[in-house]
């Protein structure tokens, strides 16, 4: 695996991009290449009943409900080694059919909050998502960014056990929320 960074984009469009796929409205466009990182990090995947089709391609014995969820709304587990079941040698074997929480996942969340996973299943995104690097069209993009750091600082201070996932994913919020 290389250091060398890779080109995250402008940081406005992207939280342009984001806040879309937060409000579930689109996907996120992530250049994930070959990393399967997300895919091998033991997290389960939360699908919604409406998702019909990534649930027609998924095999009824890999999901089972999500506790406190609307009925209909299932979680997809991993194997024994923390990949996704639908993971392959070749890469996801469902990814046309993959479910919504999948096609919004982005890393890049990551780096703009400069806040990294450090659970141990969950290194290989913490190293993918160190090597993102932002581009500024403008001071003012420059300084959104920098806000979504304070915000994550903030956030850190006052919880210092949440998870970088919902830590990083909240940051983001509020700076979209003061857009």
């Known amino acids: 695996m290389t250091d060398a960074p890779i080109p995250a984009g402008g940081v406005g469009a992207w939280l342009g991009e984001l806040a879309g796929a937060l ?45 406190g969820q609307p009925h209909g709304t299932v979680l997809m587990g991993y194997d024994q080694h923390g990949r996704c079941p639908m993971l392959s040698d070749q890469g996801c074997t469902i990814y046309e059919h993959r479910p919504r929480t999948c096609r919004t996942y982005d890393c890049r969340v990551f780096a703009a909050a400069d806040v990294f996973p450090d659970e141990p299943e969950k290194a290989d995104i913490a190293v993918r998502a160190r090597r993102w690097v932002f581009t500024y069209e403008s001071t003012d993009e420059g300084a959104e960014h920098e806000q979504v750091v304070a915000a994550a600082r903030t956030l850190r201070a006052a919880e210092p056990d949440l998870p970088a996932t919902p830590l990083a994913v909240r940051a983001v919020r509020q700076v979209l929320d003061r857009r």
């Open 23 to 67: 409000r579930g409205e689109r996907d996120t466009d992530v250049a994930c290449g070959a990393c399967t990182a997300c895919c091998r990090s033991g997290q389960f995947i939360h699908i919604d009943a409406d998702e019909r089709d990534a649930l027609a391609h998924i095999p009824a014995e890999l999901v089972f409900p999500a506790p």
